[in-house]
């Protein structure tokens, strides 16, 4: 909505970079610090939803929630 980006690097340069350790990309739109979640819950449609610290939530896509549950062991 007219504002600049913080970063001019696509989602996926910088998922490359990062530690997949201590970072997860939840969807197209979002990267989060694994660090920073304090609960994570499931949705009817089975989506997962990341409560992260800072009273900030990041619902992951299907296919993301997925590989979050395998990586996770949830």
Do not use: C
């Not at 990267?31 to 992951?60: C, Q, T, Y």
């Amino acid at each position: 909505d007219g504002e600049e980006p913080l970063i001019h690097r696509s989602l996926s340069y910088l998922e490359e970079r990062l530690d997949p350790e201590r970072y997860f990309r939840a969807s197209r739109q979002h990267i989060f610090n694994l660090d920073w979640v304090e609960a994570m819950n499931s949705r009817p449609n089975g989506k997962l939803v990341a409560h992260l610290a800072g009273d900030l939530n990041v619902e992951l896509s299907h296919r993301r929630s997925r590989t979050f549950r395998e990586k996770r062991s949830l």
